[in-house]
């Protein structure tokens, strides 16, 4: 028999017990057979009686015993169980929920419909001990005996009342969003065409920059498309005009964002200046913009962003009260705390929060360039809600990945416990979690959780970045010892619930972080056992076993999983997969360049240490300019090899990547040279872009510029890739530098 408190109570429940004692119990269900009956009220709402039935389902799945729903006019004599917004439920804040016993009968009820939804699962999760930790990953005690404590006495009204979790497990599965407390979408009540960066779509370049330039950003002397002039009267009416037309069109919506696009190119003419240096922040001539918007719709509320530039508040304007303030953290190291490791973040929440209470907080759990990539920041979401709450933030989307990442269920889970109450015990929901999800597993994936966090906190100096890669962990919470341990655990994780398949899926998905680091890790060629290549017994180079296996089965698990991304440009794991075979091949490939030394006639700039070296070391890059690739930042590669002896070859190629949306493109051409003294070089030929820069370029794309000739024999190389120069005027960077990102040199 079970008593009324589940096998963990968590910090948030705080029961007011009056003398309770297993005599004192009220019992609703004992051996199958109850008197209870559950009572809506007349005319329940929708979510009400969902929430009546929900009860009656998992009160049978628990106990076996089937008890009616019924309307208040058809409630017979006897005990009920009250589940509705009627009664004293009508007295309750809306977001409020309340469990109480009062003469025999157990009243839930909630502020609203929602929240008495919300009450019910409350209840049964706290209260009776069942587990809602997935769609599809549920626990429900069996139990002959269910009770509750006489006096039961339970009020919560969580403080923040808008909680969005992006992830496609609430968005893809409603009713597990409701479990979870969760809305099932990114942006609910927003206008579903103007929900973030909207400028460019209210006055989009194509219809209007060739003839009213001015209604765009002025930088360096020209008029460029990238954000619009905010001191432009004409701009403002057209916004005007546009939000509107959108309200209009959806009159159900609440919410619509007048929101900068996703860039720093902000306007510098001399009237956005001058209330940006009053205001002392760009954010300045954003705010009185959007006031002036939101003037003309006081019924509606105009959400705008603190990001990037506009992140500091203005120094004497005040957000309109019908304007919310999506206050953004995109740049936080997350290897700690915000309040810790990002205070410039945390004293703009307060500058903010003194200004207006309206705020919701923009915050990011994942790494964005690498889904799958470990990720130790799980010791940071509660601090960081906390935070959030502690500065009048009522509405928080955090921007999980949407798409699978690493431990993706865990923290889905996790944040979403956490945004519900942010004082709970975290460490106590992750225990539970690893042991209800994952089962006998779950002790050694958190052997690894524990790990991974631990040795990110011994080094303080790491900075954990969203748009970062594994690459720059490995001399830290990736390096080799600690990849070979996490690798073991998952191995002994697997054989724990060899016997349930179901379980087995489970850990294989958590696996895949770790196979991925050391797939790159080997790309990295770190060690003889995380290495592309070893010798065969013919003396010939060839892929490890164990490296083709884990290939193999990380391309199964994601495929039988539904893990179509790697990040958040689109880059697919199918091509992933078909890089890193390419990889392979490549890896296997004669290359008299290898280890050769390196003369750069032109500076790289920040990545790869700026080593010449990069171009020839045998690792080779990934999909992330992280991932050894050498840069250079608006100027063009320029670089010699010396091969150290007179050899004879007919091929040479150099690869380059392309990151659309960070100003990374491939060069215009590259041209190949050779020499036998260093000094007089003949050119072997040109290789053009096959793939020129185009608005609908592949956002994450990988490029081999490969010349065939005819054999020639020499002991210098010189290669030259043409760098685009600026990002064209259709390009969100338009007029800053370009990017050209190198990697291996490989001549046969």
Partial sequence: MRKFCPTLLFSFLAFVLNAFSQDTGIVLVEDGASHYQIVTSDEPAEEEYRAATELQLYLEKMSGAHLPVVRYSQKKDGPAIWAGHFGE??????????????????????GSPKSTLFAVYTFLEDILGCRFYGPDAEKVPQLSKLEIPKGLNYDYTPPVTTRTVHSRLFYDNPHFADKRKVTYEAFPTYVPDARVHTFHRFVPESLYFKEHPEYYALRDGRRIPTQLCLANPDVLQLVKDTVAALLEQYPEAKVISVSQDDNQQYCQCAACAAIDEREESPSGSMIEFVNEVAAAFPDKTISTLAYQYTRKAPLHLKPAGNVLITLCSIECDRSAPIAQNCREFSRDLIAWGEKTDK???WDYTTQFTNFLAPFPNLRTLQPNIQLFVENNAKWIFEQHSNQSSELFELRSYLTARLLWDPNANADALLKDFLEGYYEEAGTYIGKYIATVHDALEADPGFFLFLYGDPSQAFGSFLKPELLRQYDNWMDEAELAVADKPEVLERVKRARLSIDYAILEASRRQLS????LVENGPDGQLRTPEQLGQRLKSFQKVTDQSGITYMNEMGYSVQEYVQAYESTLERAKQTNY????PVTLLEKPKKYANEDPRVLTDAALGGSSFYANWLGFEGNDLEAVIDLEEVLEFSEVSSTFLQVVNHIVFFPESVSYSYSLDGKDFT??????NARPLERNSKINDIQDFSLDFNPVKGRY???KAKNLGKAPIWHHGAGLPAWIFVDEVMVR
């Fill in 528 to 531: 003889d056992d995380l290495s």
């Fill in 593 to 596: 360049a290898m280890n050769r």
């Fill in 683 to 688: 050119l072997l030929g040109y290789v053009p």
């Fill in 717 to 719: 190389i010189k290669v």
């Fill in 89 to 110: 439920g009508r007295n309750l804040e809306e977001h409020q929920i309340r469990i109480r016993e009062q003469d025999g009968d157990l009243m839930i009820s909630g």
């Fill in 359 to 361: 705020i919701r907080i």
